[in-house]
Antibody, heavy 122, light 110 residues
Framework: QVQLQESGPGLVRPSETLSLTCTVS????????WSWIRQPPVNGLDWIGF???????NYNPSLKSRVTISVDTSKNQFSLKLTSVTAADAAVYYC????????????????WGQGTTVTVSS | QSALTQPASVSGSPGQSITISCTGT?????????VSWYQQHPGKAPKLMIY???DRPSGVSNRFSGSKSGNTASLTISGLQPEDEASYFC??????????FGGGTKLTVL
C-alpha cells in the first residue's frame, strides 16, 4: 500500500527557508493529488496546499506569498518550500494523499506520513 | 479563510454516543459535500474517519457516522470505547478551491 515519508532539516533559522520532501512509495505520484499540512505545538491542523503530478497547485491564502509546492515525478516525490520563516512556522509537518473515489477527488486525506518536527531557532 | 468551529472538548462514558459539531459557512461546509473527519491520537498522524460528509473509508468502524445540516457538519460516535479517546478534526473544501480545518475537539471517554 502507499506510504509517505517526510524528510528535511529539523531546525531552520528565522528568516531562512524551510525545505521538506515527501517520498511516495508503494504507488505512483501520478495517481492523485498530494498535500502538505502542519500542526503547531498548541493549535490544530493547518492546511498548507495541494499539488497534482502535473504541477498544478492550490495554496492556503494565508501562506501563499511564502509557499511553493513542487513535484518530481521521476523520484516519486513532492516538496515544500516556505520562505522567511518565523517562530510561528514551528510545527510538525505532514504530507498526505488526497483520496479519490470513482475517479474524483474526495478532499479527504487517506494516507499520511508520520510527520516531521521543524523547529525555528537561531 | 477562517477555521471551522468545533467544541474544544466533549466527553462520554463507554457505550454511550457522542456528537461533535463543525460549523462553517455557505462558502465551505454549507456549500459542498466535501467534509472530512480525522481522528488523532497523541504523537500520531491524523487518520481519516469520514469523507464526503458521511462516507467511511474501508476499515473504519461503522460506529463512526457523519452528517450535515446547513453550515454545520457532525460526527457521531456510537458505543463509545476507551480507544476512541483522541482529538477529532473536521475539514472542508472551500469556494476558493482550498481546504480549511476545524480547531479540533478532544474526546474524553470517562
Amino acid at each position: 500500500q502507499v506510504q509517505l515519508q517526510e524528510s528535511g532539516p529539523g531546525l531552520v533559522r528565522p528568516s531562512e527557508t524551510l525545505s521538506l520532501t515527501c517520498t511516495v512509495s508503494g504507488g505512483s505520484i501520478s495517481s492523485s493529488y498530494w498535500s502538505w499540512i502542519r500542526q503547531p505545538p498548541v493549535n490544530g491542523l493547518d492546511w498548507i496546499g495541494f499539488i497534482y503530478y502535473s504541477g498544478s497547485t492550490n495554496y492556503n491564502p494565508s501562506l501563499k506569498s511564502r509557499v511553493t509546492i513542487s513535484v518530481d515525478t521521476s523520484k516519486n516525490q513532492f516538496s515544500l518550500k516556505l520562505t522567511s520563516v518565523t517562530a510561528a512556522d514551528a510545527a510538525v509537518y505532514y504530507c498526505a494523499r488526497v483520496a479519490i473515489k470513482f475517479g474524483g477527488l474526495t478532499y479527504g486525506m487517506d494516507v499520511w506520513g508520520q510527520g516531521t518536527t521543524v523547529t525555528v531557532s537561531s | 479563510q477562517s477555521a471551522l468551529t468545533q467544541p474544544a472538548s466533549v466527553s462520554g462514558s463507554p457505550g454511550q454516543s457522542i456528537t461533535i459539531s463543525c460549523t462553517g459557512t455557505s462558502s465551505d461546509v454549507g456549500g459542498y459535500n466535501y467534509v472530512s473527519w480525522y481522528q488523532q491520537h497523541p504523537g500520531k498522524a491524523p487518520k481519516l474517519m469520514i469523507y464526503e460528509v458521511s462516507d467511511r473509508p474501508s476499515g473504519v468502524s461503522n460506529r463512526f457516522s457523519g452528517s450535515k445540516s446547513g453550515n454545520t457538519a457532525s460526527l457521531t460516535i456510537s458505543g463509545l470505547q476507551p480507544e476512541d479517546e483522541a482529538s477529532y478534526f473536521c475539514s472542508s473544501y472551500t469556494s476558493s478551491s482550498t481546504l480549511v480545518f476545524g480547531g479540533g475537539t478532544k474526546l474524553t471517554v470517562l
